[in-house]
T-cell receptor, first 111, second 113 residues
Framework: GENVEQHPSTLSVQEGDSAVIKCTYSDSASNYFPWYKQELGKRPQLIIDIRSNVGEKKDQRIAVTLNKTAKHFSLHITETQPEDSAVYFCAASSSGNQFYFGTGTSLTVIP | ETGVTQSPTHLIKTRGQQVTLRCSSQSGHNTVSWYQQALGQGPQFIFQYYREEENGRGNFPPRFSGLQFPNYSSELNVNALELDDSALYLC????????????FGQGTRLTVV
């Protein structure tokens, strides 16, 4: 089955700086890669996703890049704000099947 | 806010007991997956149902079982509860035919004592 690895496990940045979280996956059949933000005690919320036919996607301060050859994808958050503090999970999926999640990155934005 | 609701939100059970957790999905979402999220960990896939049949299973023992109903609701049943079953249980639904986000319910926090 698919194996998703995520790094780093914790990340602290100053407000206004950028944050980068990286994930690798093992199954070349995976073709959908969502990123979820989970605040304490709440459900995971999708923040951005990318499909395998696209190399990069941007939504305001958030961007995701995908390198299919190397089987890795990354989340970039620019101009971080304290409300960006949360746990972020990457995931990989193939054609309507289940998601395989990374182990999560706890992001702290220091005011 | 996602159209996916779970019940109950919190539950305390004794080791050895059985529990049923419920999930109500959005209309048209014919695929539902269940995940177990231990504290400080990522969600771990338990199983997935598509059109009322199980079509994928993670590394969980048979005492974890499920059902999906025609009205887009589903259940997760856990028999012979163990202390390690204490976790947040999440269901997520989506239409299978489209690679799109999974909409998560708010979860059920299960504590086994």
């Amino acid at each position: 089955g698919e194996n998703v690895e995520q790094h780093p496990s914790t990340l602290s940045v100053q407000e206004g700086d950028s944050a980068v979280i990286k994930c690798t996956y093992s199954d070349s059949a995976s073709n959908y890669f969502p990123w979820y933000k989970q605040e304490l005690g709440k459900r995971p919320q999708l923040i951005i996703d990318i499909r395998s036919n696209v190399g990069e996607k941007k939504d305001q301060r958030i961007a995701v890049t995908l390198n299919k050859t190397a089987k890795h994808f990354s989340l970039h958050i620019t101009e971080t704000q304290p409300e960006d503090s949360a746990v972020y999970f990457c995931a990989a999926s193939s054609s309507g099947n289940q998601f395989y999640f990374g182990t999560g990155t706890s992001l702290t934005v220091i005011p | 806010e996602t159209g996916v609701t779970q019940s109950p939100t919190h539950l305390i059970k004794t080791r050895g007991q059985q529990v049923t957790l419920r999930c109500s999905s959005q209309s048209g979402h014919n695929t539902v997956s269940w995940y177990q999220q231990a504290l400080g960990q990522g969600p771990q896939f338990i199983f997935q149902y598509y059109r009322e049949e199980e079509n994928g299973r993670g590394n969980f023992p048979p005492r974890f079982s499920g059902l999906q109903f025609p009205n887009y609701s589903s259940e997760l049943n856990v028999n012979a509860l163990e202390l390690d079953d204490s976790a947040l249980y999440l269901c997520a639904s989506r239409p299978r035919e489209v690679d799109t986000e999974a909409f998560f319910g708010q979860g059920t926090r299960l504590t086994v004592v």
